[in-house]
C-alpha cells in the first residue's frame, strides 16, 4: 500500500506516521499493492482529527475520528475501519471471487470555484456510475462513511440516491416525471 501524509495545522512526527503505517499494514492482505492510502491529520483547539481514506480498485473505505491526541483518534480510526471491514466482510468476498469488485462506483474530489453569487460550490466530486442494486449501494455508502450516495439502479437503469434516514433504516430516492 502506498501511503499519503497531509497535515494541516499541525507537524507530524516520523514515530505517527511509523505507528500508522504499522496498524494499517493489518489490512493490506485485504488490498493490493497499489491501494493508496490517505491520512490526514487536522488541528482544531486542542482537538486532533485523523482521517484515512483506503482506495483499491474503485472499492473505498474511510474513517475519521477526533481526539485530544492524535495517536488515540488513529486507534479510534483504525477501530473503525476494521468494524467496518467485518460488517461488510461477506459481501465483499462476493465481490472480489466474483471478479466485479471494479462495479464499486468511486469518487474523486475536485476543489471547484463559485459559479454561482448567490451558493458557493466548495467541493465538487465526479461519480462514476455503474450499474448497481440498491444493497451494493447501501453498502457503498457505509464504507465511505456518508449519509447519501448516488447510483445507477441495475434493476431500473435510472440514476437513484439512498440515504440513511434518522432513525438508522434507509430511503430510496427515484426520479418520476
Known amino acids: 500500500m502506498k501511503y499519503t501524509y497531509t497535515a494541516r495545522k499541525v507537524t507530524l512526527r516520523d514515530n505517527f506516521k511509523e505507528r500508522a503505517e504499522k ?9 493490493s499493492e497499489n491501494a493508496t492510502v490517505n491520512i490526514v491529520v487536522t488541528l482544531e483547539k486542542n482537538r486532533q ?4 481514506t483506503i482506495r483499491d480498485n ?18 479510534k480510526v483504525v477501530d473503525i475501519l476494521g468494524r467496518q471491514i467485518r460488517k461488510n466482510k461477506t459481501k ?10 471494479d462495479d464499486f462506483v468511486s469518487l474523486s474530489p475536485e476543489i471547484n470555484e463559485a459559479e454561482d453569487d448567490d451558493y458557493k460550490i466548495m467541493r465538487k466530486k465526479h461519480v462514476i456510475i455503474k450499474p448497481i442494486t440498491v444493497d451494493e ?17 441495475a434493476d431500473t437503469d435510472e440514476i437513484n440516491v439512498v440515504y440513511k434516514r434518522e432513525n438508522g ?5 427515484e426520479p418520476t416525471v
Not at 465483499?92 to 469488485?101: A, C, N, V
Open 49 to 52: 482529527t485523523v482521517e484515512v
Open 58 to 75: 474503485g472499492l473505498v473505505l474511510r474513517a475519521e475520528s477526533t481526539m485530544p491526541e492524535m495517536n488515540d483518534a488513529l486507534d
Open 92 to 101: 465483499l468476498e462476493k465481490k472480489i471471487k466474483s471478479g466485479s469488485i
Open 137 to 153: 449501494a447501501i453498502l457503498e455508502m457505509n464504507m465511505v462513511n456518508h449519509n447519501f450516495f448516488m447510483f445507477k439502479n
Open 169 to 173: 433504516d434507509y430511503g430510496l430516492l
Open 23 to 31: 496498524k494499517l499494514d493489518k489490512f493490506g492482505k485485504l488490498f
